[in-house]
């Protein structure tokens, strides 16, 4: 769309509002009709350990979901000389899985739990082992069952369960629901019937501990919606929570809400089956849309949904790229010693430059980049650690080489359990996030690590907001297709990529470094239990 073009259709509200609250940044997209993001806003926040609990006050959500809208209300002020006061579909998207609790008055009975936390392998494995289902650690029925394991006050007075994209979208409809691809990370999804699976449902309320409270679980949960459906309007109260400033009108449609995993896959065009795609950042997870069932229960493998309802078996770690960050920016603090003020990108770009020199086993490296604990490898309790032998290269390539692939390294474990134990196959994988607005050399890392080609595609950096602004108009008009068919047809029709092939030198060395890695696995485990015991 033209300058003027754009101004009319923000003047008309023929545009789409994406927010995704993710693990670092809270993000606002307005996106046309044509799919084009007009303006942004954005919002850093950090999670907060509180007595070994991660978590996020809901007073810091609301404060950055206002002031990424106030961002990017000013930002369409500015560019294009209008008020934003009429929006004409909606979507929420946020960090998935996790705990938020409330009582019958609607008051948060808990702090928020988020995906952080390794909490519950008690009720994790119990229910595991109850439903022959795979559930993990971050998902919202095993924060709840361990829960009344631990005997805790405020289960008996549970009314309403949900993931912080379910409340934020609560508050701003006042309907209690969230899409497929978000509830499959609070319960099973059964894959016929498109809702909770009813056999685990009887099978958890069974249970003596549970059947002791008044409430049902499927009472506390929220209804099930697939991309396309409509989950509410935004409210007179919801656009004043919105937009503090009273220029916002009611009426938007919301879309169903989404977990950042549905909205990675629809921002890499991966809800068809055979497609997958992984997301980088704070944490990491790849996605597989399966045509056929798993032959086995993995630990490792979460079975989840596409926003419209298709198994997806996904790989999650709870850390991947945080570690990356602290370490660039010890070189930024020795730059500006020296008198050097580098821009964030150039800085990255020097850094990802200089890991190109580096051995192709990192000169024998090794790196945990674990600020949280990580199921994938059984640590608890994390503790970020550089470790090497007396023989080891420690070198600045060899550094940040090892940063990278530190980055991948749990991702890389749970994956080869698909590729070489279930042997599922894909027609692409399309990786997005941050690291790869630098271009090529975290892409080839990863390829390297996961000995498959990946595919980069031109809007990486754009993400979870802009695919949470997709299924937000999918909502409004879904143009008579299904979402696969939208995504192919619509909106990725021109879109520019580029795929990078495994380099077999590069897979060789990073074999001999997830070796290593393992092998010094037990010192990892050690100081988190340490820091357990601290």
């Known amino acids: 769309m033209e300058r003027e073009q754009i101004k009319q259709a923000i003047l008309a509200g023929e545009t789409a509002l994406g927010i995704e609250l993710g693990s670092t940044t809270i993000k606002a997209v307005l996106v046309t009709n044509d799919f084009q993001v007009v303006a942004s806003g954005s919002y850093v926040w950090e999670n907060e350990l509180d007595h070994h609990i991660w978590t996020y006050p809901l007073a810091k959500v609301w404060d950055g979901i206002q002031t990424s809208y106030a961002k990017l209300a000013a930002e369409v002020k500015s560019e294009y000389g209008v008020a934003l006061t009429k929006l004409g579909s909606v979507g929420i998207s946020a960090m998935m899985h996790g705990y938020l609790a409330f009582d019958q008055h609607d008051q948060?009975?808990?702090?928020?739990?988020?995906?952080?936390?390794?909490?519950?392998?008690?009720?994790?494995?119990?229910?595991?082992?109850?439903?022959?289902?795979?559930?993990?650690?971050?998902?919202?029925?095993?924060?709840?069952?361990?829960?009344?394991?631990?005997?805790?006050?405020?289960?008996?007075?549970?009314?309403?369960?949900?993931?912080?994209?379910?409340?934020?979208?609560?508050?701003l409809t006042g309907e209690k629901n969230t899409g497929i691809g978000d509830a499959s990370g609070m319960f099973p999804i059964d894959e016929a019937s498109h809702d909770y699976d009813a056999k685990m449902l009887a099978q958890f309320a069974n249970l003596p501990e549970v059947a002791a409270f008044d409430w049902h679980i499927k009472d506390l949960l929220p209804e099930v919606l697939l991309a396309g459906q409509t989950a509410g309007y935004l409210t007179a109260a919801g656009a004043k929570l919105l937009d503090p400033s009273g220029q916002l009108q009611a009426g938007a449609v919301f879309a169903p809400?989404?977990?950042?995993?549905?909205?990675?896959?629809?921002?890499?065009?991966?809800?068809?089956?055979?497609?997958?795609?992984?997301?980088?950042?704070?944490?990491?997870?790849?996605?597989?849309?399966?045509?056929?069932?798993?032959?086995q229960v993995h630990r490792d493998i979460d079975v989840v949904t596409t926003p419209d309802g298709a198994p997806v078996a996904m790989v999650h770690t709870n850390n991947c790229s945080s570690d990356i960050n602290a370490w660039a920016n010890v070189f930024n603090q020795f730059a500006r010693l020296l008198g050097v003020d580098l821009k964030p990108n150039e800085l990255y770009e020097k850094l990802f430059d200089a890991s190109l020199r580096g051995e192709q086993d990192a000169g024998g490296l090794v790196n945990f980049a674990y600020l949280s604990g990580e199921n994938i490898t059984r640590v608890q309790e994390g503790r970020p650690m550089l470790v090497r032998k007396p023989d080891s290269n420690f070198s600045l390539a060899n550094l940040f080489k090892v940063q990278l692939y530190s980055a991948f390294a749990p991702l890389k474990i749970g994956m080869d359990i698909l590729l070489?134990?279930?042997?599922?196959?894909?027609?692409?994988?399309?990786?997005?996030?941050?690291?790869?607005?630098?271009?090529?050399?975290?892409?080839?890392?990863?390829?390297?690590?996961?000995?498959?080609?990946?595919?980069?595609?031109?809007?990486?950096?754009?993400?979870?907001?802009?695919?949470m602004a997709v299924l937000a108009l999918f909502t409004a008009d879904n143009r008579g297709k299904s979402l696969a068919d939208y995504l192919d047809q619509e909106v990725f029709v021109a879109s520019e990529s580029a795929t990078l092939m495994p380099e077999p030198a590069s897979v060789k060395g990073y074999?001999?470094?997830?070796?290593?890695?393992?092998?010094?696995?037990?010192?990892?485990?050690?100081?988190g239990e340490a820091m357990k015991l601290d």
């Open 511 to 527: 074999e001999q470094f997830i070796d290593n890695y393992k092998q010094a696995m037990p010192a990892e485990q050690a100081a």
């Open 108 to 171: 948060l009975l808990v702090p928020f739990r988020t995906w952080r936390n390794n909490i519950t392998g008690e009720a994790a494995a119990k229910l595991t082992e109850l439903f022959d289902f795979n559930i993990p650690e971050r998902w919202s029925i095993a924060h709840l069952y361990q829960a009344i394991l631990n005997h805790e006050a405020h289960v008996k007075d549970l009314a309403f369960l949900t993931t912080l994209d379910g409340y934020v979208t609560w508050q």
């Open 257 to 295: 809400s989404e977990g950042d995993a549905g909205t990675g896959m629809v921002a890499t065009n991966a809800v068809r089956k055979r497609t997958g795609n992984v997301s980088i950042g704070t944490s990491a997870f790849s996605m597989v849309v399966l045509d056929q069932a798993l032959t």
């Open 420 to 467: 070489r134990e279930e042997h599922i196959k894909t027609d692409s994988l399309v990786a997005q996030g941050g690291l790869f607005k630098t271009p090529v050399v975290a892409q080839q890392a990863l390829a390297d690590a996961l000995d498959t080609p990946i595919t980069v595609m031109s809007n990486a950096g754009q993400g979870g907001p802009w695919g």
